[in-house]
């Protein structure tokens, strides 16, 4: 059976709540076109986030990886074209903020995701809800995440499809103003997604 990783991400800065990390519990031992969801929740920290999905690939082995992040004033679902090897922003959930720092130092400059884009925007307008192809994934920890992933895989040899998915506030959250969808909304749009993924890989 094939296994699909996906992450979502705790609540931090001034959000009480994530809605990826819903999704990601509500996703998590589901099967869905034959393969099984294997979730995580990973902390809002450049330093911390990584390593358990590292983890995760080493132990799982996984058919594809999808990482979610909760992307505040986009009105949809936009999965990220690319990750660009530098961190900046605000403190994370460790009280660590970051300017101009580099990723990897020794890393190039960008990588791209491996997930079929055009597809997972298709996908997740399945169920009415917004999608495109976003062109930056900002330089906070969700960007840290997806361009450390693609490293690994990278100078692993590992052609595992692997990328990273916004989503915007959850309706739930009561965030007053912005954009906002219900969860089920997301959670049938992320459905979508894994189908796509899954057989595509």
């Known amino acids: 059976m094939k296994k699909i990783i996906v992450t979502g991400f705790e609540a931090f800065l001034e959000h009480s709540t994530n809605p990826t990390e819903w999704l990601a519990k509500q996703l998590d031992g589901q099967v869905m076109k034959g393969a099984i969801i294997q979730s995580i929740v990973l ?5 911390r986030a990584v390593n358990p999905l590292i983890q995760g690939i080493e132990k799982e082995k996984p058919d594809a990886i999808i990482m979610l992040g909760l992307a ?13 090897n530098v961190m900046d922003g605000e403190k994370d959930n460790d009280g660590e903020q970051k300017e ?9 400059a960008a990588y791209f995701s491996t997930l079929p884009l055009r597809e997972v925007v298709a996908a997740a307008t399945l169920n009415g809800c917004d999608s495109s192809i976003s062109n930056t994934a900002g330089t906070y920890v969700c960007n840290c995440l997806m361009y450390s992933v693609l490293r690994y895989l990278d100078k692993n040899s590992l052609s595992i499809p692997a990328g990273f998915i916004h989503v915007p506030y959850s309706e739930k959250m009561n965030v007053y103003n912005q954009p906002a969808l219900p969860e089920e909304t997301l959670l049938e749009a992320t459905r979508h997604i894994i189908n796509c993924v899954v057989e595509e890989c």
């Open 43 to 47: 902390p809002v920290a450049f330093e």
């Open 72 to 84: 505040a004033g986009r009105k949809g679902i936009t999965p990220e074209r690319v990750a660009i």
């Open 100 to 108: 101009d720092e580099p990723i990897d130092p020794s890393g190039p």
